[in-house]
């Protein structure tokens, strides 16, 4: 069974484009865009995700740990 990663805004080791896409992410909910504009690039950040990372959630749903 395959390990999925996923992002951890906390990490140290994330190379700087993960956190630049991200950060994007991030921002297009906040900055007033038109709908489409902001579902344009959430979708494309996801579906690089999953391409890059083999995850396509990998900036939604990270799992919580126990404790």
Same mark, same amino acid.
């Given at each position: 069974m395959v390990e999925l990663k996923w992002y951890d805004p906390n990490a140290k080791d994330n190379p700087p484009w993960i956190t630049a896409l991200a950060e994007v992410r991030h921002r297009a909910c906040l900055e007033g865009?038109? @709908?489409?504009? #902001?579902? +344009? $690039? $959430? #979708?494309s950040i996801d579906? @690089? +995700?999953?391409? +890059?990372?083999? *995850?396509? *959630? @990998?900036f939604l749903n990270k799992p919580q740990s126990i404790g």
């Open positions: 865009w038109c @709908y489409q504009h #902001v579902q +344009a $690039i $959430i #979708v579906q @690089y +995700a999953e391409s +890059a990372l083999g *995850n396509r *959630n @990998y």
